[in-house]
């Protein structure tokens, strides 16, 4: 399974970007995805997240300004970022909970996209 995440960019303070991320891959089934980002200096912590039948969790952070969402169809998962401000300056990485047909089940990460809001 791979993971190619996009959308990434420099936008000021209150702006917003949209973020995607496309699962590709054979006979797997998706448990839950989500976005993590990592700033400078910083741990990598946990954006928001949705898992199959639409249960979201966000970081208080993000809460009322980040929206999650997924289209099953297309193993894609979106997070839009809206009233950006400088904090949230980091590495956006998605992630996605895989299963197989021989009861296999791993974590997937993207490669990561750049998202600046500059002071």
């Known amino acids: 399974v791979q993971l190619q995440a996009s959308g990434g960019g420099l936008v000021p303070p209150g702006g917003s970007l949209r973020l995607s991320c496309a699962a590709s891959g054979s006979a797997f089934i998706i448990n839950g995805m989500g976005w993590y980002r990592q700033a400078p200096g910083k741990l990598r912590e946990l954006v928001a997240r949705v898992r199959n039948g639409g249960t979201t969790n966000y970081a208080d952070s993000v809460k009322g300004r980040f929206v999650i969402s997924r289209d099953n169809a297309k193993n894609t998962v979106y997070l839009q970022m809206n009233s950006l401000k400088p904090e949230d300056t980091a590495v956006y990485y998605c992630?996605?909970?895989?299963?197989?047909?021989?009861?296999?089940?791993?974590?997937?990460w993207g490669q990561g996209t750049h998202v600046t809001s500059p002071a």
């Open positions: 992630n996605a909970d895989v299963s197989f047909s021989n009861s296999r089940r791993e974590l997937y």
